[in-house]
């Protein structure tokens, strides 16, 4: 059974028959008109972190600290591939891409970014015309490189991942798009499944060693592929700590936090509890919006795993 997509035609069905309030339609219409926009949300991510010193505790975390733009190295590799950037990632935590960007250089792999939205947020508020366009725009900008003959899009925020490699699906009866829809579904991987088919590499020297790791619902049920990173970790020395229940959710799930944070709080502090009984130094995980949500509780530091690699 797959739930995701019954849930799909859920939400459009009830949008159609049950609208809902004014106050929410216009809550969900700034979240699809700012977050997926870098141009709109980084003026007012940054005009935040300016007064992120002088707001509350209880709102101060929810504010992410500012980092400078990171540096990626210089593509020098016959083998090219396609870095998906995202829309709030880079604004976020640029260090993830960055890393990811290093590691793959190490494995013999040039990156080019490759920038755009992929639609997952409008696609979960169920604005289908705003998600087939993300769509639309993001692979008209990779067909040319894509042609050039690059390899692999490469994908390190998994909830990115999940919708990118659905386009096929969502664009099938588009008469344009949906050929190389599916093209591009075919070539893209997560982080994790690039780096574990490449050869061996070595920890980062002083990485910490004892991690939690928190799999995104998105990798472990939309991509499928529960265990890939832990294994991949494993094998490149570090020690997993046991963490109950694993495949709980963390309460980010796209906007879900932020429309219903009632219900996301009490499955945010379950699941820092849950990663944190093992003492683990750092808890790693493979999605921006677990990884930004899970800072907000966390009493260790919380970041991307290819940033230990990378």
């Known amino acids: 059974m797959e739930y ?32 997926p926009y870098p141009r709109r949300l980084r003026p007012l991510l940054r005009a935040a972190q300016l007064i992120r010193p002088l707001v509350p505790h209880a709102l101060r ?14 593509p020098r590799h016959a083998r090219r591939a396609l870095l998906f950037e995202g829309c709030v990632q880079p604004l976020f935590a640029p260090g993830i891409n960055a890393a990811a960007a290093r590691l793959l250089d190490r494995l013999g792999i040039g990156v080019l970014p490759a920038q755009g939205c992929c639609g997952a947020m409008s696609h979960h508020l169920a604005a289908e015309a705003q998600t087939h366009e993300h769509m639309r725009r993001t692979i008209d900008a990779w067909w040319p490189r894509i042609q050039a003959g690059a390899e692999t899009l490469i994908v390190t925020a998994s909830g990115c991942g999940t919708m990118i490699k659905d386009y096929g ?38 990485a910490p060693r004892r991690i939690a790791f928190h799999s995104p619902c998105s990798l472990t049920h939309g991509q499928g592929l529960a265990g890939v990173t ?41 699941k820092v509890d849950a990663l944190e009984a093992g003492h683990p130094d750092l808890i790693a995980t493979a999605n921006i919006g677990c990884y930004a949500y899970l800072r907000q509780e966390a009493r260790v530091p919380v970041v991307h795993w290819v940033e230990l690699l990378g």
Do not use: N
Not at 61 to 74: C, D, L, M, N, T
Not at 172 to 198: F, G, K, M, W
Not at 237 to 252: H, K, N
């Open 4 to 35: 995701a997509r019954l849930l799909d035609i859920g939400r459009t069905h009830i949008k159609r028959v049950s609208p809902r309030p004014l106050g929410e339609r216009l809550k969900r219409f700034l979240l699809r008109r700012v977050l």
């Open 61 to 74: 975390r929810h504010i992410p600290e500012h980092s400078p733009p990171a540096v990626w190295p210089v």
């Open 169 to 206: 699906r969502l664009l099938r009866h588009d008469p344009y798009y949906a050929e190389r829809a599916e093209r591009v579904s075919q070539l893209t991987r997560d982080i994790s499944e690039v780096v574990a088919a490449e050869a061996p590499l070595a920890p980062a020297v002083g």
């Open 230 to 270: 832990e294994s991949l970790l494993s094998r490149l020395g570090f020690e997993l700590t046991p963490v109950a229940d694993p495949g709980l959710c963390c309460g980010s799930a796209g906007t879900y936090s932020i429309l219903q944070p009632a219900l996301s709080r009490p499955m945010l502090r379950a």
